[in-house]
């Protein structure tokens, strides 16, 4: 996907009002060249399309693309091949870097919890934890790695937390205030213990997130929910023990570190002369 306001905001702080004075400076105006967006690390490619928005928006018509989302890359692969003006490569370089190298980190990530579950039923699924203005790519980045989205707002579904059942009262109370208002919406429910896991079955919810429960009390709740809700654990999650809590039963893996703590995947810009 391509997010075209977010690549003009983008370009136009990098510019900040001016020119790219190296460029200008040093670059013939009439200089043309051809330049290789290379992977530096294997990893899980997201954001293709976003790069190449970023050399259309700066003038450059003459991109191919030779990966697409969702595709593992290994050292020296070329991802994309752009000819055309020197000084529009150069201002599109490090912009178009940042967005590729960014969800393509978060794909990787992503792709490397799958794995650690693999054999399992249970899906990693990611978090409102998003940069903000950034949550369609990078929860697309998520999908390219083979998670799966949570909400991806909160008008999406109704996710009743402990203030929300403080506010209102009682989990009992946030539930029936949810369902009055909102008839149509999926509702999901945060549990702290087993007792409270027993006390929400009843209302009937959409799904039940097991917050920092240990892998023992998973095991619990699956067997306490038989099958009347979907399950879902959050926190105290790791590579390490992913496998380990994905095969207690439940349904999802909610990892927001997925988004937030993915680190960037090595791209860089190889010129080559015309």
């Not at 060249?33 to 954001?47: L, P, T």
């Not at 390219?144 to 989205?149: C, D, L, P, Q």
């Not at 999406?156 to 149509?184: C, Q, W």
């Amino acid at each position: 996907m391509i997010d075209r306001n977010l690549i003009k905001r983008a370009i136009a702080e990098d510019l900040a009002g001016g020119e790219d004075i190296t460029s200008v400076a040093t670059v013939a105006q009439s200089s043309q060249i051809v330049a290789d967006f290379v992977a530096r690390k294997s990893g899980v490619i997201a954001g293709i399309e976003m790069a190449q928005g970023v050399l259309e928006e700066v003038g450059l018509s003459d991109i191919k693309l030779f990966v697409h989302d969702g595709e593992n890359v290994s050292v020296g692969k070329v991802l994309l091949t752009v000819r055309g003006d020197t000084r529009a490569i150069l201002l599109a370089e490090r912009t178009a870097l940042n967005f590729l190298g960014h969800l393509s980190g978060i794909a990787t990530l992503t792709r490397t919890w799958v794995d650690a579950i693999d054999g399992t039923s249970c899906k990693i699924r990611d978090t409102r934890k998003t940069t903000p203005g950034m949550r369609l790519l990078e929860k697309a980045a998520v999908t390219a790695g083979g998670g799966t989205n949570h909400r991806l707002s909160l008008s999406d579904a109704s996710l009743i937390k402990d203030n929300h059942i403080a506010a209102a009262g009682s989990v009992t109370a946030a539930f029936m205030k949810v369902r009055e208002r909102y008839p149509n919406s999926e509702i999901e429910i945060e549990v702290d213990t087993l007792e409270q896991l027993q006390e929400v079955l009843p209302l009937k919810p959409d799904l039940v997130l097991l917050d920092n429960m240990s892998i023992e009390e998973c095991k619990q709740a699956v067997a306490i929910s038989n099958g009347a809700t979907k399950l879902e654990a959050s926190g105290g999650l790791s590579i390490e023990n992913a496998k380990a809590y994905a095969m207690t039963g439940v349904d999802y893996l909610a990892v927001g570190a997925i988004t937030h703590s993915a680190p960037n995947l090595d791209i860089g810009l190889d010129f080559r002369e015309v």
